[in-house]
């Protein structure tokens, strides 16, 4: 007797719903993660991008001082040329 009551139960239920499951109301908008997941991504390329042309930068420069600093030990130019020259340099 239990058992056709939960049987009959069962059936009503399965019934009275359509089969969609949680994505029959529609109301859920199954498009959030996706694009969650695309801006994260889009968010570290971003910034490895910008990480890797600051740190070219500062290499170029920082090979810039060290070529006028040999220029300067040489003696090729002399100490006011070389203070003039390195701030041109160190300007952003």
């Known amino acids: 007797m239990l058992a056709a009551i939960e049987t009959a139960a069962v059936g009503t239920a399965l019934a009275a719903h ?13 498009w959030i993660f996706p694009l969650a997941w695309l801006l994260i991504v889009a968010a570290v390329i971003a910034l490895v991008w910008t990480g890797r042309r600051r740190r070219d930068r500062q290499a170029g420069r920082l090979a810039g001082e060290q070529a006028l600093a040999e220029r300067f030990a040489s003696g090729e130019i002399e100490a006011e040329e070389y203070r003039a020259r390195r701030e041109v340099l160190r300007q952003p």
Do not use: C, L
């Not at 359509?18 to 199954?30: C, K, L, Q, V």
């Open 18 to 30: 359509d089969g969609m499951g949680p994505w029959a109301g529609g109301g859920s908008p199954f």
